[in-house]
DNA sequence: CAAACACATTAGTCAATACTAATATATGAA
DNA sequence: TTCATATATTAGTATTGACTAATGTGTTTG
């Protein structure tokens, strides 16, 4: 695994709804994983694959105590991107969503499929 | 669409190797499409896809001039932000590389749920 | 206008990944 | 030791996304 690899591995881990909604509930504090089950939407099993994803992502880190779990961001660095995140994407905003169009690749390709193979059906 | 999916769809943005080696490609000066298929190993349809999700997750932008088109990174503050997963990868380099029993989810999964299988064949 | 060039789009396929449900492991408490 | 609690793991399924090949669009040039 080459540097790019572990690149695009690292990006990986932020790029999805849960893992982001784990990332905004334990920004500030660590929590354990029914804390966090409790506090976004999720089931048991699924958060906690996500958050061995982030984990080997090295985007958190876990700390035992006693039968409980602590999760918390791994350091200031990754909290410090996490805010460079929604700095940029302030600017951003606009452009992005208006993006509908696009097909292919992940920007909201299959939603906007479906309206596409609508339209042809029904026009 | 929200912000979170928004936040998403801009972080999947770079979070695939190709539109990185786009982004390397593209950091320090703006190219054709060519030039970029020609300096990665891709093709050009490919390629192209890859620019229309850049572009639509906020992340270049698209200049024409006559028949080329010329695409750059969207602006400085993308320029930070990749100058910046470069800083933070650095520290967490070791760890992710030696995430090597991470199944599920996208962390190097598939790669190793083969290894994982293999073994359980042939232990 | 026709040919050549630069790029975009479409359709189809395959691989990667998120999710659910069920089960396993480990820790503390009765 | 047994039960309950907290978390992890596995297997299976459905969705999503990347890639290729073919075709379409727009722009320049002869």
């Known amino acids: 695994m080459d540097y790019l690899d572990l690149k695009v591995k690292f990006l990986k881990g932020f790029a999805d709804r849960t ?3 784990i990332l905004e509930s334990i920004k500030d504090a660590e929590k354990t ?3 966090i089950v409790s506090e976004i939407h999720g089931n048991q099993s699924n958060i906690s694959q996500h958050l061995a994803c982030l984990k080997g992502c090295g ?3 876990a ?3 006693g039968k ?3 999760y918390s961001l791994r350091d200031e660095q990754v909290r410090r991107l996490l805010t ?3 700095t940029v994407l302030g600017d951003v905003e606009q452009q ?3 993006c509908d169009k696009n097909d292919q690749c992940l920007c909201g390709k299959s939603e906007l499929k479906c309206l596409t193979k609508r339209r042809i059906i029904s026009p």
Do not use: C, G, P
Request: proline share 0%; hydrophobic share 50%; aromatic share 14%.
């Open 19 to 21: 893992r982001l909604e």
């Open 84 to 86: 460079m995140f929604d």
């Open 33 to 35: 994983v029914l804390q």
């Open 63 to 65: 700390r035992q105590e």
């Open 68 to 70: 409980y779990i602590y």
């Open 59 to 61: 985007i958190v880190t």
């Open 96 to 98: 992005v969503a208006s």
